[in-house]
């Protein structure tokens, strides 16, 4: 009996591998949609005359287009991010596809929006962040002309910063089996691991939109490794329960498990089949990793690994590109802040782009995923406050399921700042959003971002999370833990620094505003709730067992340009009163990608390779013959300075230092200028030449880092990141422009215009140079260099390959011509 058994089961395995096909069709539903703006509800209507509508192509961002303008506010970056607008797209499904479903998906509208088939109602969703699913079947016309019709009605104030307005992030089109996984329907955690075997417990939901259950169903799982190996695989009979839905729960080993790690994050891929009498209907693929994750009072460990968390808070925006999600973009964010150091992203304070988390889970970073930046008590007029009541709890799930598979996920943050850790009522709703993201995914922590400690400890909101996320509260992480031996403590967001890039003022003293709008590039200014980078590094180095650090800000995003406009930080206020400063002075990098000083103190402290960087520039006639403060951020143990050859002397890091002001009181009454010991400084005799700095490591030279004094700009130079890109319509190449004198020395305070003329299959997808206070427009073929520097981005035409060629010119300097490959 059991061996005809086996011999029946081997069969059936034979001939369900034999019969899969690629059952589930999945394509982007991005190209081709007509966009205007206008408040016309008519426009939902078939047969609404759409001619003279600009035909443009998913994902679209219209507030980037600008114009600035003084009347919208600054807060949220003094672009039109609200109004009204519609997207329509004409689109057939072959008449072959009747009797499938057939499913839009749409990874985030910004935002309120209502979705119309043939113009009838299928769908609203008000928040911007989240993506969703809709069912399109029974609104359909197969084999004929179908209609979508998409409203997008932001309201101003919908966020603290920039958050973008219109469909800007990809559209999936499905077709599927009536009997099919669920959307966001397969749960993988890894119970146990060992060096000899992974346990994996995958959930699979199967949905029954066809209400037949006739016939034996099955569900495959193959576990395939990085090269496409099948490594485990496991096949159960189901069937559906009285809601035409099942959940299969199936236990799989994968042997000598890859582990997911930051310098090797290995994917594997699960393919779930579901048969139907051996036939198979539906197939869904999920990418996911095999890892440990623990926190203790210790720290944070990573595969049984002590890690220190290096991260820094991201808002959604890419810079002069706006909001639209780009992957190439995102990429490049990414890959600069690995660069930096960073081993964590903060996706602050909403949940972020697939793009995004597909892109740290195959490059090894951490993440901590946030839902939301209020609850009930709002922050601006038109933020989630407004929404929260009916629709948190979907919001919620809806991003716990969508993104629970991501390895590179280690925590749940279910809000920043929230008002309630003032009252007794935030105790409730924290229970609640706790409670929910434990019963949808078990294998990892809860937290919050908490400004507000003490009253967040006092109301029990920072004892129902499970990990103690302080926003700037440095100052307290020993004292929370000493009076609450159980809690884990972290800096769930840090620092706040501010300055421009590339801009110095002498001499050096905290400035709250200059007339230029710009932030001197020394290190020291911060809003008072905030602190220089070096105030966080003291208490994470003094206090081990705090898990690390989420900076406040990797990059300079759109709005919110503190120290300029704005009476505080969480009020209305009136945010145009230093007009036109748009973008945030916080990034450790600036709105066009450049990294900032900032970046390097970062480095010095996070990276292991021997860096040294020194600032202020070298260009200091004008201000005469004064004595001019040098800092040098370095990893080595000492640095000599030199000026034209002779020696200023060598300072050792972390001994040469007056001690840095670490307590809140000392700190708001901030000195002008100061010392630490994660900083060299010198004072210098200023001479023109050449300053150099060398690194050493147990007395031997290891790195180096020299600037010149420039003489007049003299020509352009141009350094593309990528100088062959794919010609898929999306791809991009990012062109650093450089200002020069006649001997390649950088001008650091250049501020030329510069033409740009791109022939071949490409086009200017954005320019831009970092200077939060300008208004021009970031979609031109022109830019004026900001203390050296602006940035082209040029983008790839669809299906068109060849040679692109970039010329850039400017009155009076000589001009520069490239070659970029489309392939
Ligand atoms: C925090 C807030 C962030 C940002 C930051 C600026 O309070 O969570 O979103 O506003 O301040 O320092």
């Given at each position: 009996?059991?061996?005809?058994?086996?011999?029946?089961?081997?069969?059936?395995?034979?001939?369900?591998?034999?019969?899969?096909?690629?059952?589930?069709?999945?394509?982007?539903?991005?190209?081709?949609?007509?966009?205007?703006?206008?408040?016309?509800?008519?426009?939902?209507?078939?047969?609404?005359?759409?001619?003279?509508?600009?035909?443009?192509?998913?994902?679209?961002?219209?507030?980037?287009?600008?114009?600035?303008?003084?009347?919208?506010?600054?807060?949220?970056g003094g672009l039109p991010i609200f109004g009204t607008a519609w997207y329509r797209k004409h689109f057939v499904v072959d008449a072959s596809k009747k009797g499938s479903i057939v499913t839009l998906e749409f990874?985030?509208?910004?935002?309120?929006?209502?979705?119309?088939?043939?113009?009838?109602?299928?769908?609203?969703?008000?928040?911007?962040?989240?993506?969703?699913?809709?069912?399109?079947?029974?609104?359909?016309?197969?084999?004929?002309?179908?209609?979508?019709?998409?409203?997008?009605?932001?309201?101003?104030?919908?966020?603290?910063?920039?958050?973008?307005?219109?469909?800007?992030?990809?559209?999936?089109?499905?077709?599927?089996?009536?009997?099919?996984?669920?959307h966001w329907g397969t749960q993988i955690t890894t119970p146990n691991i060992t060096e000899q075997k992974a346990d994996l417990a995958i959930e699979t939901k199967i949905e029954n939109v066809q209400n037949d259950q006739k016939g034996n169903y099955r569900l495959q799982t193959i576990i395939y490794d990085k090269q496409g190996k099948e490594v485990a695989s496991k096949i159960n009979d189901f069937k559906f329960n009285s809601d035409q839905e099942s959940l299969v729960q199936q236990n799989l080993i994968v042997e000598k498990p890859q582990l997911w790690d930051f310098k090797t994050p290995y994917l594997y891929k699960a393919v779930s089949t579901i048969y139907k009498d051996d036939v198979a209907i539906d197939n869904y693929s999920t990418s996911f990793g095999i890892r440990t994750i623990e926190f203790t009072r210790d720290g944070f460990f990573l595969n049984g690994r002590k890690e220190k968390i290096k991260g820094v808070c991201l808002h959604n925006d890419l810079g002069p590109l706006g909001a639209a999600v780009n992957y190439r973009a995102t990429q490049r964010q990414l890959e600069i802040m690995k660069k930096m150091g960073v081993n964590a992203i903060r996706t602050s304070h909403n949940p972020t782009s697939p793009e995004q988390l597909e892109l740290c889970d195959k490059m090894g970073l951490l993440v901590m995923a946030e839902a939301f930046d209020c609850w009930h008590e709002g922050k601006t007029e038109n933020d989630y406050h407004k929404y929260w009541e009916d629709w948190h709890e979907k919001d919620l799930r809806d991003m716990l399921r969508r993104d629970r598979n991501h390895p590179s996920i280690i925590m749940w943050s279910i809000g920043n700042e929230v008002r309630e850790q003032g009252s007794k009522k935030g105790?409730?709703?924290?229970?609640?959003?706790?409670?929910?993201?434990?019963?949808?995914?078990?294998?990892?922590?809860?937290?919050?971002?908490?400004?507000?400690l003490n009253a967040a400890i006092k109301n029990g909101l920072a004892d129902e999370v499970d990990l103690v996320g302080a926003n700037y509260k440095?100052?307290?992480?020993?004292?929370?833990?000493?009076?609450?031996?159980?809690?884990?403590?972290?800096?769930?967001?840090?620092?706040?620094?501010?300055?421009?890039?590339?801009?110095?003022?002498?001499?050096?003293?905290?400035?709250?505003?200059?007339?230029?709008?710009?932030?001197?590039?020394?290190?020291?200014?911060?809003?008072?709730?905030?602190?220089?980078?070096?105030?966080?590094?003291?208490?994470?180095?003094?206090?081990?067992?705090?898990?690390?650090?989420?900076?406040?800000?990797?990059?300079?995003?759109?709005?919110?340009?503190?120290?300029?406009?704005?009476?505080?930080?969480?009020?209305?206020?009136?945010?145009?009163?230093?007009?036109?400063?748009?973008?945030?002075?916080?990034?450790?990098?600036?709105?066009?990608?450049?990294?900032?000083?900032?970046?390097y103190l970062y480095q010095s402290q996070w990276t292991t390779e021997p860096m040294v960087h020194i600032l202020p520039h070298w260009n200091w006639e004008g201000y005469g013959n004064?004595?001019?403060?040098?800092?040098?951020?370095?990893?080595?143990?000492?640095?000599?300075?030199?000026?034209?050859?002779?020696?200023?002397?060598?300072?050792?890091?972390?001994?040469?230092?007056?001690?840095?002001?670490?307590?809140?009181?000392?700190?708001?009454?901030?000195?002008?200028?100061?010392?630490?010991?994660?900083r060299l400084s010198w004072n210098v005799d200023y001479k023109p030449g050449e300053l150099i700095a060398v690194g050493f490591k147990s007395g031997k030279e290891v790195a180096r880092e020299s600037i010149k004094t420039a003489s007049e700009p003299n020509k352009i130079e141009l350094i593309p990141d990528r100088s062959i890109i794919y010609a898929d319509g999306e791809?991009?190449?990012?062109?650093?422009?450089?200002?020069?004198?006649?001997?390649?020395?950088?001008?650091?305070?250049?501020?030329?215009?510069?033409?740009?003329?791109?022939?071949?299959?490409?086009?200017?997808?954005?320019?831009?140079?970092?200077?939060?206070?300008?208004?021009?427009?970031?979609?031109?073929?022109?830019?004026?260099?900001?203390?050296?520097?602006?940035?082209?981005?040029?983008?790839?035409?669809?299906?068109?390959?060849?040679?692109?060629?970039?010329?850039?010119?400017?009155?009076?300097?000589?001009?520069?011509?490239?070659?970029?490959?489309?392939?």
């Amino acid at each position: 009996m059991n061996k005809l058994f086996g011999l029946l089961l081997i069969i059936l395995l034979f001939s369900c591998k034999t019969t899969e096909t690629q059952v589930r069709e999945r394509d982007s539903f991005n190209d081709n949609w007509l966009f205007k703006k206008t408040k016309d509800s008519l426009a939902s209507a078939v047969e609404f005359d759409d001619s003279g509508w600009r035909q443009l192509n998913l994902p679209h961002d219209w507030a980037i287009e600008g114009p600035f303008k003084p009347e919208y506010n600054l807060r949220t970056g003094g672009l039109p991010i609200f109004g009204t607008a519609w997207y329509r797209k004409h689109f057939v499904v072959d008449a072959s596809k009747k009797g499938s479903i057939v499913t839009l998906e749409f990874d985030g509208v910004m935002n309120n929006s209502t979705v119309y088939i043939n113009g009838q109602k299928v769908y609203h969703r008000p928040y911007g962040f989240i993506g969703f699913e809709i069912d399109i079947t029974p609104y359909i016309n197969f084999g004929k002309d179908n209609l979508i019709a998409v409203e997008v009605s932001p309201e101003v104030l919908s966020a603290r910063w920039y958050p973008g307005a219109g469909i800007y992030r990809n559209v999936w089109l499905e077709i599927k089996n009536p009997i099919h996984i669920r959307h966001w329907g397969t749960q993988i955690t890894t119970p146990n691991i060992t060096e000899q075997k992974a346990d994996l417990a995958i959930e699979t939901k199967i949905e029954n939109v066809q209400n037949d259950q006739k016939g034996n169903y099955r569900l495959q799982t193959i576990i395939y490794d990085k090269q496409g190996k099948e490594v485990a695989s496991k096949i159960n009979d189901f069937k559906f329960n009285s809601d035409q839905e099942s959940l299969v729960q199936q236990n799989l080993i994968v042997e000598k498990p890859q582990l997911w790690d930051f310098k090797t994050p290995y994917l594997y891929k699960a393919v779930s089949t579901i048969y139907k009498d051996d036939v198979a209907i539906d197939n869904y693929s999920t990418s996911f990793g095999i890892r440990t994750i623990e926190f203790t009072r210790d720290g944070f460990f990573l595969n049984g690994r002590k890690e220190k968390i290096k991260g820094v808070c991201l808002h959604n925006d890419l810079g002069p590109l706006g909001a639209a999600v780009n992957y190439r973009a995102t990429q490049r964010q990414l890959e600069i802040m690995k660069k930096m150091g960073v081993n964590a992203i903060r996706t602050s304070h909403n949940p972020t782009s697939p793009e995004q988390l597909e892109l740290c889970d195959k490059m090894g970073l951490l993440v901590m995923a946030e839902a939301f930046d209020c609850w009930h008590e709002g922050k601006t007029e038109n933020d989630y406050h407004k929404y929260w009541e009916d629709w948190h709890e979907k919001d919620l799930r809806d991003m716990l399921r969508r993104d629970r598979n991501h390895p590179s996920i280690i925590m749940w943050s279910i809000g920043n700042e929230v008002r309630e850790q003032g009252s007794k009522k935030g105790y409730e709703i924290a229970k609640s959003l706790v409670g929910i993201c434990h019963e949808e995914d078990v294998s990892r922590p809860t937290t919050a971002g908490f400004n507000n400690l003490n009253a967040a400890i006092k109301n029990g909101l920072a004892d129902e999370v499970d990990l103690v996320g302080a926003n700037y509260k440095p100052t307290l992480y020993a004292k929370t833990r000493e009076e609450h031996p159980n809690w884990i403590v972290y800096g769930s967001e840090t620092a706040s620094c501010v300055s421009s890039r590339g801009y110095y003022v002498l001499p050096v003293k905290k400035y709250d505003k200059l007339k230029s709008l710009q932030v001197n590039s020394y290190d020291i200014d911060s809003p008072n709730w905030a602190y220089p980078p070096d105030v966080e590094f003291h208490f994470q180095d003094s206090i081990p067992g705090v898990l690390g650090e989420f900076v406040w800000t990797g990059f300079d995003y759109l709005g919110e340009p503190t120290p300029y406009g704005g009476k505080d930080n969480l009020t209305h206020g009136n945010w145009n009163t230093d007009w036109p400063s748009r973008s945030s002075y916080f990034g450790a990098v600036d709105l066009a990608g450049f990294p900032k000083d900032r970046f390097y103190l970062y480095q010095s402290q996070w990276t292991t390779e021997p860096m040294v960087h020194i600032l202020p520039h070298w260009n200091w006639e004008g201000y005469g013959n004064k004595i001019i403060p040098v800092y040098c951020y370095t990893n080595c143990d000492e640095v000599e300075l030199f000026l034209n050859g002779k020696s200023l002397g060598k300072k050792i890091k972390g001994v040469d230092k007056t001690q840095i002001p670490v307590s809140f009181g000392a700190w708001n009454g901030r000195p002008n200028y100061f010392d630490s010991p994660y900083r060299l400084s010198w004072n210098v005799d200023y001479k023109p030449g050449e300053l150099i700095a060398v690194g050493f490591k147990s007395g031997k030279e290891v790195a180096r880092e020299s600037i010149k004094t420039a003489s007049e700009p003299n020509k352009i130079e141009l350094i593309p990141d990528r100088s062959i890109i794919y010609a898929d319509g999306e791809d991009l190449s990012f062109i650093t422009v450089k200002i020069e004198d006649g001997n390649s020395v950088f001008c650091p305070l250049a501020d030329n215009l510069v033409n740009f003329k791109v022939s071949g299959p490409a086009t200017i997808a954005a320019v831009g140079n970092g200077n939060a206070a300008s208004i021009e427009p970031f979609q031109a073929n022109y830019r004026k260099a900001f203390n050296g520097l602006c940035l082209l981005v040029i983008k790839s035409k669809k299906g068109e390959t060849g040679d692109i060629t970039i010329e850039a010119s400017s009155n009076g300097l000589k001009s520069k011509t490239i070659t970029v490959k489309s392939e």
